[in-house]
């Protein structure tokens, strides 16, 4: 089975920064793109950031310039850098990766647990 476990959500105040990992593990045979999602109360799910293997990224406009998405093909982790963070980026933030588990199993959509980040002063 595979499992993605997120971690660095918490409370910051406006203005400050947060590192959010996650980490993929279990059957594994490859990892193609990663991202971020996130969803507050009332609101759909969105994309926050996206990275494909190679390492193309691409952003929603609200964040860009204050949000950094990496990842390490050799850890299978996925990072999101948040930087200069305002009260609207408030949400649970998911981890999503697009994983084949074997030569022979499917290709599917994964998703982390969901993390907390509340920017309040």
């Known amino acids: 089975q595979v499992q993605l476990v997120e971690s660095g959500g918490g409370l910051v105040q406006p203005g400050g920064s947060l590192r959010l990992s996650c980490a993929a593990s279990g059957s594994i045979f490859s990892i193609n793109d990663m991202g971020w999602y996130r969803q507050a109360p009332g609101k759909e799910r969105e994309l926050v950031a996206r990275i494909t293997r190679d390492g193309s990224t691409n952003y929603i406009e609200s964040v860009k310039g204050r949000f950094a998405i990496s990842r390490d093909n050799v850890k299978n982790t996925v990072h999101l850098q948040m930087n200069n963070l305002l009260p609207e980026d408030t949400s649970v933030y998911y981890c999503?990766?697009?994983?084949?588990?074997?030569?022979?199993?499917?290709?599917?959509?994964?998703w982390g647990q969901g993390t907390q980040v509340t920017v309040s002063s």
């Open positions: 999503n990766a697009r994983i084949t588990i074997s030569l022979w199993g499917s290709t599917r959509d994964y």
